[in-house]
């Protein structure tokens, strides 16, 4: 009988050393833990921001008639825009505008559609709620170049 406590004893020490003891965070963490393995090689960490599935970079004028919603990807992957203003520079001039939805409005189209080769934009101050309703998220952006 006591060599079986004692067995068991081990057992379990070993088991709970073997263990690794996580939060519940990070239980929750691991539903995007396929998004982070994707984009480590480019360390953005946090919640960012695509376009046309793009996280900045060049984007051609045929992808500007293509697209009109954001995406969020990363660790908030899946989370609901409720604030963004886009900067559009065309031809060196800067022209700010902005919305509370992830869908680009008519006039940020309209904008967006008549840039020129070398012009860019950009997305500031993009807030997100967080799929599990428990709060909001600050959004990285990066700049786009017209190609």
Known sequence: MKLEVKHFLVVT?????CIPFSSSN???????ITDYQC????EIGGAYLTFAGKFGGE???A??????????????HGSKIYQLTIVITKSGKEST??????????IMLAE???????????????????????????????????V
Request: aromatic letters at 6%; charged letters at 30%.
């Open 13 to 17: 020490i070993a088991l709970l050393c």
């Open 26 to 32: 990070a239980i929750e963490n691991e539903l995007f």
């Open 39 to 42: 984009n480590k090689d480019r």
């Open 59 to 61: 984007i051609t004028k």
């Open 63 to 76: 992808d500007l008639q293509k697209y009109s919603k954001l995406d969020i990807h990363g660790c908030a």
């Open 97 to 106: 505008e902005s919305s509370k939805t992830d869908n680009l409005t008519r």
């Open 112 to 146: 967006l559609r008549s840039l020129s080769k070398g012009d860019t934009f950009t997305f500031k101050k993009v807030k997100a709620n967080l799929p599990n309703g428990r709060g909001s998220v600050d959004v990285t952006s990066r700049v786009f170049t017209i």
